[in-house]
């Protein structure tokens, strides 16, 4: 988790006050590499249930759905809390056959970078009985989503992935850049938090008026990622929920253990 502590530092002006900076970016157009695109995603953490073996609870998929044979699907949790809500729900239960308790008692959370789980899909995508990962997105940042979409005139009833926002300087105009204040890197956040693309909007806003919130999803930054070539890629950070940065403070800042695949194995 290397990556993830990196990060917390670099960012440890997120929550507080951000530089703004509105200095143009002039680098080379060049199309970023797999790793490239990995270690941008390895900024987020994400949250994995998993046995005393750091075997990922699964269920079984049938043939045939989701494009494929067999297979199985665990659940990603973009909130670490809302993972051991489930696990403590789970024990919860009452009548649950011996098997199952004594399995329930042995979960816990594993955090993983985001990017070991684009990894592990590019890796098996052409695999048949391969695990597959079902997101799920923070409730309070799902409603801010929609809130803001519906505010701009779209008419939505659901958000169907994980919700990204950007700060634009308007909406026909570029992202909002900050400034790291130890190199003056110029670095253009996509939060995973509307609570924190607020904080930002609102350093913008006295002198842009127009400048908004654009709602996006973690799946359209991984193909912008992909397909594209513009050069502001090249400074895009991913900014993880105020839980998650502090989750990150806790890590070992030396030695950190950082998965470089996951394990397809039901517990």
Known sequence: MKSLVRLGATLGLVGGTLLLSVVGINIPVQALTEQQIKDKLDSVPVYLIT????LPLSRNLPDGQNGQKGGSVTGVYMSRQEALAFIKELRNVKNKD???EDMAKKLQVTAVPLGVIYQQLQQTKNQTNRLLFAFKPVDQE???ALELLRASGQKVDQFKSVPVFAVRFAPDKGYVPIQVTADKQQLIPLFLSKQDAQGLLNQV??????ADIQVIDVDGVIKTLKDKSDSWLNQV???PSAESREYIKTLPRENAPKPKSLPSKQP
């Open 51 to 54: 046995n005393d073996k750091g």
């Open 237 to 239: 950070v991913l900014v």
């Open 142 to 144: 799902l409603k801010g």
């Open 205 to 210: 806003k006295p002198k842009f008026p127009t």
């Open 98 to 100: 011996p098997k199952l």
